[in-house]
């Protein structure tokens, strides 16, 4: 059973989710927090993580690192973001298994899902239909992980799980509008438009498509819920499992995003 003492690794702490989830086990008195930042950690390199996991004797492993950005970046950049979330995930699963961990969560994405896939959205739709194509191959890449720890789990036996969260918002998300996701690239622009005096907002699309959205601290809150009940080997998670490889995580209510735009106008007291 994960103790207070027990050693957690959290790769991506800075990052949107992992440092909601830092900052949850800290407030849960969990004292053996393990963080490394991109300068001092290259997740992409097989051998510096391979060092890293011999040397600190890590018990449990939350992978929330990734690179991430909004559609223009990843329409730009497809091959960065298929090669460098493969190898991170590829590298981090493999020194889970060679160093017999405990417990490994992984965090996958929304986008891994048919673009045009039934609603609500279940587990097994996955590779059902065709991927979202301006956000392809960083779907791919989480498909690659969320496939991988389903496979090590089938041959080895071992402990992995996969998260896979909605659209999600709050402190230390990207607010560049040209690499941000759709809410904080919203909010960016009402403050421009406040700050500036413009009277309306332009918003890209019709407006009309839908997303389902979660505060992060709630996703911190269903990664350490999880990572505790399955850790118990939960016989409700483990059922879910035999049927599918990952179990998603979200409030179930969706709006468009025009009444998004409208909700976050509001606040700033302009219109789209």
């Known amino acids: 059973m994960i103790k207070k003492n027990s050693r957690i690794y959290i790769a991506g702490h800075k990052g949107l989710v992992g440092s909601a989830v830092l900052k949850k086990l800290k407030d849960l ?9 991109k300068k001092q950690l290259d997740l992409t390199n097989a051998r510096r993580v391979e060092f890293f996991f011999k040397k600190k004797k890590i018990e449990y492993l ?39 961990l405990k417990k490994t969560i992984f965090l996958g994405s929304s986008c891994i899902y048919p673009k045009n896939s039934k609603q609500p959205i279940k ?4 590779l059902s239909g065709k991927l979202e194509s301006t956000n392809e191959a960083y779907a791919i890449a989480k498909i690659v992980g969320l496939k991988s720890c389903e496979f090590y789990n089938r041959q080895f036996k071992t402990n992995y799980l996969t998260l896979m969260p909605c659209n999600l918002y709050g402190p230390n998300d990207n607010f560049d509008i040209r690499s941000s996701h759709f809410i904080p ?14 009277k309306d907002v332009e918003v890209w699309g019709s407006g009309k498509a839908k997303r389902e959205i979660m505060y992060v601290d709630d996703l911190a809150a269903a990664i350490f819920f999880m990572l505790k009940k399955v850790e118990g080997k939960d016989k409700k998670v483990l059922d879910v499992l035999k049927k599918n490889s990952h179990i998603n995580i979200g409030v179930n209510k969706e709006y468009t995003i025009k009444q998004f735009a409208n909700m976050i106008g509001k606040l700033f007291n302009k219109k789209i």
Do not use: W
């Open 29 to 37: 008195n969990y004292k053996n927090l393990i963080v490394r930042s």
């Open 62 to 100: 939350i992978i929330c690192a990734a690179q991430v950005g909004g559609i223009v970046s990843n329409y730009n950049n497809p091959t960065e973001f298929f090669i460098n979330n493969s190898l991170i995930q590829i590298n981090l699963l493999k020194m889970a298994l060679k160093y017999k």
């Open 123 to 126: 587990e097994d739709y996955l």
């Open 185 to 198: 690239g919203l909010i960016k622009k009402f403050y421009i438009a406040n700050h500036k005096n413009i």
